[in-house]
């Protein structure tokens, strides 16, 4: 397993942009896919977005032309590039990987909350 650590939260306005960072203390090559979750107060956690190792990436239709999920191996980092925010995003976000033995391994969350 791995131990991840998000950051790049914060207040964001309605319209405005966030990147999120999840870094990755460990081998990141042992990692087979990292996806991003988000948790509303009140609400289920729901999935946002994946990244495959071969870079092939999927988004939740709610996301969907907003967001932009990458990785960037030589920093062991992963990125949640988020666009065009609406107050419906604000959520705790964590980043979550699974590695080639199905093995998961999640951040602590990392909050964004978009509000005028």
């Known amino acids: 397993q791995v131990q991840l650590v998000e950051s790049g939260g914060g207040l964001v306005q309605p319209g405005g942009s966030l990147r999120l960072s999840c870094v990755v203390f460990?081998?990141?090559?042992?990692?087979?896919?990292i996806r991003w979750y988000r948790q509303a107060p009140g609400k289920q956690r729901e999935w946002v977005a994946t990244?495959?190792?071969?870079?092939?990436?999927d988004y939740a239709d709610s996301v969907k032309g907003r967001f932009t999920i990458s990785r960037d191996n030589a920093k062991n980092t992963i990125y949640l590039q988020m666009n065009s925010l609406k107050p419906e995003d604000t959520a705790v976000y964590y980043c979550?990987?699974?590695?080639?033995?199905?093995?998961?391994?999640w951040g602590q969350g990392t909050q964004v909350t978009v509000s005028s």
């Open positions: 460990g081998n990141i090559f042992s990692i087979n896919s």
């Open positions: 979550k990987t699974t590695g080639w033995g199905g093995d998961d391994s």
């Open positions: 990244i495959t190792g071969g870079g092939v990436s």
